[in-house]
C-alpha cells in the first residue's frame, strides 16, 4: 500500500509539475523537504529525552500501572492482543491524555515508547501488529479536547463559536477510525501473514 | 459561557506540563524512595536513539509529500472534485484545507491562515477551516513517524483507515458548523 502511494504522489509530482511548469519547485521541493526531515529529527532529540526520562521515572515508580489498570476496561477493548498488565497499556493511555490535553510535545515521545513496546508483542517485526494500527489510526484523527495554540491564536474571539465544532468533528473522526480499524483488519488483502506463508507466496 | 470554559481549560492546560515534571519525580522519591536523578538519565537516552532512526522514513514521506504540494497536482484534483462536492453542499474553498490536513502541518496551517485572512474569523469558512484543522492530525507524518521508530515497513490497513477518518472528520466539521453555527 504505503509502496504505491509513496511512488504515485513522487510520480505525480513530477507529472503535474511538468504539465504546470513547475519542475523547479518539485526539485526544490524534494530537497528541502529531506533537509526539514533531518531538522525535525534532531529537534525531536532533547523533547524525547526529557519525557523519556520523565516516563521511566512514572513506569519505575509504579504510576503507570495504576493509570493502566484504572483504564483497562476501555483499553481491553481497542487492544484485545495487549496483556493487562503490559507496560504498552500505560504509555497508551498516557499518550491519548496528552493528545485530549493538546500536549503535542509530550505526546510524541509517549506514542513512540507505546509503539516500542507493541513492537515487543508484535511476531513480525517488520508488519504492523491489529494494536499498533489500531493506536495509529487513533493517533492520525486527533482527539483533541483543548484547541491547538495556533488556532487561538489565529482565531481570536471567535474561537469559542469552534470549540464546540471542533470536539464534535473529532470525536466523529475518531469513531470512523475505530471502526474503520476494526472492519479492515479482518478483510483478506490486510490479513496478517504468518511468515512462513508469505515466503512462500513471494516465491510462487 | 463557552467563551469562559475554554479560557479556563486553556488556563489549565498551561499548568498540566510543570505539575507532570515535577508531580512525578516527587511521587517517585517521596513514595517509592526511587533514584529519580539516575533513572531519568537511563530513560532519557532512548531519545536519541529514536530520534535518529525516524529520519529515514520522514525523509521518505516528508520529500513525496513536497513534490506533490509543489507540483500543483491539488489545484488540478480541486478542479476536478470541486462539482461533485457542489453537489453534496461541501464549500469549494474548504476543498484544499481538508485535502492538505492529511499531508502537511505545516502546509495546513498556511491555508487555514490564508482562509482567516481573505475571509475574516467571522466567516463560516473560517470557523469551518479551524475545525477541520483541530479535529485532525498529519496522518502521513504521524504514520512515518510512528511506524519509522520501530522499523514497520507493512503499513497494513493503516493508511486506509486513516485517510477514512480525515475524510469522515472533514465532512463531520462542515456538517456541524453549519449545525451549529448560525
Redesign the interface.
Known amino acids: 500500500m504505503l509502496n504505491y502511494i509513496w511512488f504515485g504522489m513522487m510520480a505525480i509530482g513530477v507529472g503535474a509539475g511538468i504539465y504546470n511548469g513547475k519542475i523547479d519547485a518539485v526539485t526544490n521541493a524534494a530537497i528541502d523537504m529531506a533537509k526539514v526531515s533531518v531538522e525535525i529529527s534532531i529537534g525531536l532529540i532533547g523533547i524525547m529525552a526529557l519525557w523519556l526520562g520523565i516516563m521511566k521515572i512514572a513506569e519505575e515508580s509504579g504510576l503507570i500501572r495504576i493509570i493502566a489498570k484504572g483504564l483497562r476496561p476501555i483499553t481491553l477493548r481497542l487492544f484485545p492482543d495487549v496483556p493487562e498488565d503490559h507496560p504498552a497499556i500505560g504509555s497508551i493511555v498516557l499518550n491519548m491524555s496528552a493528545n485530549i490535553l493538546g500536549l503535542g510535545n509530550a505526546a510524541t515521545p509517549l506514542g513512540l515508547k507505546a509503539m516500542e513496546e507493541l513492537q515487543e508483542l508484535n511476531d513480525q517485526k517488520d508488519t504492523a501488529s491489529n494494536s499498533m494500527v489500531m493506536f495509529l489510526a487513533i493517533n492520525t484523527s486527533s482527539v483533541q479536547l483543548i484547541l491547538p495554540a495556533t488556532v487561538v491564536a489565529l482565531m481570536g474571539a471567535s474561537v469559542s463559536e469552534i470549540f464546540v465544532t471542533t470536539i464534535l468533528a473529532t470525536s466523529c473522526s475518531t469513531i470512523a477510525a475505530i471502526v474503520a480499524v476494526k472492519f479492515l483488519e479482518k478483510r483478506k488483502r490486510f490479513a496478517l501473514v504468518p511468515d512462513a506463508e508469505k515466503q512462500e507466496q513471494d516465491h510462487g | 459561557m463557552?467563551?469562559l470554559?475554554?479560557g479556563g481549560?486553556?488556563n489549565v492546560?498551561k499548568y498540566?506540563?510543570p505539575t507532570?515534571?515535577v508531580g512525578?519525580?516527587f511521587?517517585?522519591l517521596s513514595?517509592?524512595k526511587?533514584p529519580?536523578y539516575e533513572?531519568?538519565?537511563?530513560?532519557?537516552?532512548?531519545?536519541?536513539t529514536?530520534?535518529?532512526r525516524?529520519?529515514p522514513y520522514?525523509?521518505?514521506?516528508?520529500?513525496?509529500?513536497?513534490?506533490?504540494?509543489?507540483?500543483?497536482?491539488l489545484?488540478?484534483l480541486l478542479n476536478l472534485l470541486a462539482p461533485v462536492l457542489n453537489v453534496v453542499g461541501f464549500p469549494a474553498e474548504n476543498l484544499p484545507l481538508a485535502l492538505m490536513r492529511?499531508l502537511s502541518g505545516s502546509g495546513s496551517?498556511g491555508l487555514?491562515?490564508d482562509l482567516?485572512n481573505e475571509h475574516g474569523?467571522?466567516s463560516m469558512t473560517?470557523?469551518i477551516g479551524?475545525?477541520?484543522?483541530?479535529?485532525?492530525?498529519?496522518?502521513f507524518y504521524?504514520?512515518a513517524?510512528?511506524?519509522g521508530?520501530?522499523?514497520?515497513?507493512?503499513?497494513?490497513?493503516?493508511?486506509?483507515?486513516?485517510l477514512?477518518?480525515?475524510a469522515?472528520?472533514a465532512i463531520?466539521?462542515v456538517f456541524?458548523?453549519k449545525l451549529?453555527?448560525a
Do not use: Q, W
Not at chain 2, 60 to 65: F, K
Not at chain 2, 130 to 139: F, H, L, R
Not at chain 2, 149 to 162: E, K, L, M, N, T
Open positions: 463557552v467563551e470554559f475554554v481549560l486553556n492546560a498540566i506540563i507532570l515534571l512525578i519525580p511521587y517517585a513514595v517509592k526511587i529519580v533513572v531519568f538519565v537511563v530513560g532519557a537516552k532512548d531519545g536519541f529514536i530520534a535518529v525516524i529520519i520522514l525523509v521518505a514521506i516528508l520529500v513525496a509529500v513536497g513534490m506533490f504540494r509543489a507540483s500543483g497536482a489545484d488540478m492529511p496551517l487555514l491562515t482567516v474569523v467571522d473560517a470557523k479551524a475545525t477541520m484543522y483541530g479535529s485532525s492530525e498529519t496522518t504521524v504514520l513517524v510512528y511506524f521508530s520501530v522499523g514497520v515497513i507493512r503499513s497494513r490497513h493503516a493508511i486506509p483507515a486513516g477514512f477518518a480525515d469522515v472528520g463531520s466539521a456541524f458548523c451549529l453555527i
